[in-house]
């Protein structure tokens, strides 16, 4: 039982050992509590003591590292996190194998000559000179001097047949963890928080998601994932957070839900997008629910319209109607003839028709209610030439058109509608 608890590759999660093939960086991704940490610990123990595994498909499989870089934001984050933190490398190693680690030289020894030095992001200078079998860089996102420490170690990583480095991080849209991710040489794993929920306190991902899920803090903190904005798009992740709330407001005068319906079903047809939103006395938008559905058959969305209707108490259901014309009102009536339908048809471009709206945000008109993820990608994606991944908009689609039939339309009689 002792053996099993201390042999890694026993109970270690798929995104904590190393990725087989020919890889120079390992760029482990992860959320807050992931087990990057542990994961970068192990992989350093096993390539000092000479272990097997962490190099699979490797011609260096089995041998010892004899001198490694730790590199860090600080040398308070390399000595509290990397080597004396709970999850570091004297927590990591047995009595019989554990490194001697001597704050005031930054250096672990190991009793069979294996070596490793500290570093810190603040002082890139401190590369020079030095040379490495492999190394390991925590939280390269944060580094004070990312560029510069980083092009440094590089040349320092000049010893034995194939000279790696791990990289464990929360990731942030920093210039260099992007260039990695574009590198051949680069293998990517992600963790989000979940994947070690046995190891984290009871509560914690209780507490933590219930308030951040699907939030871009979320996303990044406890997903793993690479958030960033495009820079041409009509929205930013920033703003977006800015107007977040918890709820609306119990009355709002009016409730629209907006349907763009696809052209088509099938595997390849473009999704229904199917977005609530309402008005407040004060002349506030709340966005209020993203529905949209992929793949959906005619009487699948037209379900989920007039159910979402229904749902919310709402006064009009906006349907654009350029692809299935008189259509989509009699599958909408299909599904529920007691749910009225308001036709709208494009007369611009689906950029044109986002610019008003766009511009009521820049206003402060328009809160979002709770997260929003897969309607606010597409809003960060979305600039002149549509999303860059040339799909059609349609969480945006039917956003814009709830706002504009909400504040650009003409001003319909209020009528009080309790959520």
């Known amino acids: ?35 990057k940490t542990r994961a970068g610990a192990e992989w350093v123990k096993a390539m000092a003591l000479g272990a097997g595994w962490p190099s699979a498909g490797s011609q260096t499989a089995g041998r010892a590292s004899g001198r490694i870089a730790l590199v860090g934001e600080t040398f308070a984050d390399v000595r509290e996190v990397m080597v004396e933190g709970v999850s570091g490398l004297l927590s990591v190693h047995g009595k019989r194998d554990r490194p001697s680690w001597t704050p005031t030289r930054r250096r672990l020894e190991w009793p069979n ?3 490793a030095q500290a570093f810190s992001s603040e002082d890139p200078e401190a590369l020079r000179g030095p040379q490495f079998d492999i190394a390991w860089c925590d939280e390269l996102a944060k580094w004070r001097h990312a560029e510069e420490t980083f092009d440094m170690l590089q040349f320092g990583l000049r010893l034995g047949q194939e000279p790696r480095q791990l990289v464990t991080t929360t990731p942030r849209p920093v210039p260099l963890l992007k260039r990695l991710l574009g590198l051949p040489t680069t293998a990517v794993s992600h963790a989000p928080t979940q994947a070690n929920a046995p190891f984290l306190a009871p509560g914690f991902l209780e507490t933590v998601v219930s308030r951040y899920a699907g939030t871009r803090l979320g996303r990044q903190e406890l997903d793993g994932e690479l958030i960033e904005d ?21 009355d709002l005068q009016r409730i629209v839900i907006a349907i763009d319906p696809p052209a088509s079903s099938g595997r390849k047809s473009d999704a229904c997008g199917l977005v609530a939103a309402g008005l407040a006395e004060d002349g506030t938008a709340y966005v209020l629910a993203d529905r949209s559905m992929a793949r959906a058959k005619p009487a699948d969305w037209a379900s ?23 259509m989509v009102a009699e599958v909408i009536s299909g599904a529920d003839p007691s749910v009225p339908v308001k036709q709208v048809r494009a007369t611009r471009g689906k950029f044109s028709r986002a610019e008003p ?10 809160r979002h209610v709770g997260a929003l993820p897969e309607l606010e990608d597409e809003m960060v994606d979305f600039g002149p ?34 959520l």
């Open 1 to 35: 039982m002792r053996f099993v608890l201390t042999d890694w590759p026993t109970f270690a999660h798929e995104h904590q050992m190393p990725p087989s093939g020919d890889w120079r960086v390992w760029l482990l991704m992860g959320g807050r509590g992931a087990g």
């Open 113 to 115: 000559g294996a070596v």
């Open 230 to 250: 495009r820079p041409d798009a009509l929205w930013s992740r920033d703003r977006l957070e800015q107007i977040r709330v918890d709820r609306a407001p119990e």
């Open 304 to 326: 989920a319209a007039t159910g979402l209707w229904h749902g919310l108490s709402a006064d009009c259901l906006v349907a654009e109607v350029n692809q299935g014309g008189e």
């Open 357 to 366: 709206v766009a511009m009521l945000y820049d206003q402060d008109r328009i």
């Open 385 to 418: 030439s549509g999303l860059s991944t040339g799909r059609s908009p349609d969480r945006l689609d039917a956003l814009v058109w709830a706002i504009s039939e909400l504040l650009l339309g003409p001003r319909a009689e209020p009528r009080v509608r309790r």
